[in-house]
C-alpha cells in the first residue's frame, strides 16, 4: 500500500520525523471488516490531547460458536508508539483469521492495533504528552488513552489480555508472564511458534529481570493488565520481538504466537470445564 507520509516542522523549526497517519493500520483493517463477517470495526474511542481529537481504533473478532459462553481475550498493540511491527503484527493475525476463522473458535476478541495513536502518528514511545502509556496503567493517571483502555478493560471482563511489543535491547524474541498461573504454560508454546521465525531469547535477565527460557515473572509498575482488584485474575501476556529483526519476521512471529496461545488456552478451558 503507498502511503502519503506527511512531514513537519516543530516549533522551533527542526525538521521532525516524517509523520505515519493512523490510517496506514486502520485503511487495510476497514476494508477487511467491510466485507468480513467476523470482524466488526467499533466505533474509535475518541480523545482531546494537546487541543486535538484523536481516535483509537477498536475491533471485534468474533470467533465461529465453541458450544460454552466465548471466551473474551483483549490483544493490544502499539502501546509505544514507535513499535509500529506490533501494530501490524494485529493486522497480519487478523488477516490470519480472516481466512482461517476456526483458529478463533470459541473465542470474542477485543483487538486495539493502535493504543498509542499520537505516539503512532509521531513515531514516539511516548504518547504527545510525553508519558510513556505503558507506566501509567491503575495509578490514577489522568493521560486520555489510558482512561480509555481502562474503561475497556474493566468493562469487558477479560478471560485473557495480551500485549504485543518490540524491544530494541533484545536478540531475540521473549515474554512476561503474569496473572493466572496458567499463563506461562500459555507462553511456552507461543515462544516455540514464534521460535520458527525468530530466535528466542534464552539469556538470564533480560530487560533488567530475571529470565528463563525467555519467560520473565516480573514486572514494572503500570502496564496495560486487568483491573488490580479482578478475580480470578486473567491471563497476562507481554509478548516482545527484537525490534531491529526484518519487520516481516516479527510479524509472522507474533502472529503464530497468537494462534498457539489461542490454540492451548482453549485446551484448557475444555480441559477444566470436563473436570
Ligand atoms: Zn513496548
Not at 28 to 48: Q, V
Not at 228 to 248: D, G, N, S
Not at 254 to 273: M, S
Amino acid at each position: 500500500m503507498t502511503t502519503a507520509y506527511q512531514t513537519s516542522t516543530s516549533r522551533d523549526g527542526a525538521p521532525r520525523l516524517p509523520r505515519r497517519p493512523l490510517d496506514t493500520i486502520t485503511a487495510p483493517l476497514a476494508e477487511i471488516s467491510g466485507r468480513s463477517s467476523s470482524l466488526i470495526a467499533c466505533p474509535p474511542g475518541r480523545f482531546e490531547l494537546a487541543g486535538q481529537t484523536h481516535d483509537l481504533p477498536r475491533y471485534l473478532f468474533l470467533g465461529p460458536a465453541g458450544g460454552a459462553d466465548p471466551i473474551r481475550i483483549g490483544i493490544f498493540a502499539g502501546v509505544h508508539g514507535d513499535e509500529r511491527a506490533s501494530s501490524f503484527a494485529l493486522l497480519r493475525f487478523v488477516q490470519l483469521l480472516e481466512e482461517n476463522p476456526p483458529i478463533a473458535r470459541g473465542y470474542c476478541l477485543f483487538l486495539y492495533p493502535v493504543c498509542n495513536p499520537t505516539g503512532y502518528e509521531d513515531n514516539t514511545r511516548h504518547n504527545r504528552n510525553g508519558k510513556d502509556l505503558n507506566r501509567e496503567f491503575w495509578r490514577n493517571s489522568r493521560q486520555p488513552e489510558i482512561r480509555l483502555l481502562e474503561s475497556e478493560l474493566a468493562a469487558h471482563a477479560l478471560n485473557g489480555i495480551i500485549s504485543l511489543h518490540t524491544d530494541d535491547t533484545s536478540h531475540g524474541v521473549y515474554g512476561y508472564a503474569h496473572g493466572a498461573v496458567i499463563t506461562r504454560h500459555l507462553l511456552v508454546p507461543a515462544l516455540a511458534a514464534a521460535g520458527e521465525f525468530l530466535p528466542v531469547n534464552k539469556d538470564g535477565v533480560i530487560d533488567g529481570f530475571r529470565a528463563r527460557d525467555g519467560i520473565i515473572r516480573d514486572s514494572f509498575e503500570g502496564v496495560l493488565r486487568a483491573p488490580p482488584a479482578t478475580k480470578p485474575r486473567p491471563f497476562e501476556v507481554i509478548l516482545e520481538t527484537p525490534h531491529q529483526a526484518p519487520q516481516y519476521l516479527q510479524e509472522a512471529a507474533l502472529a503464530v504466537a497468537l494462534r498457539a496461545i489461542l490454540d492451548e488456552y482453549r485446551q484448557f478451558i475444555a480441559y477444566a470445564q470436563n473436570l
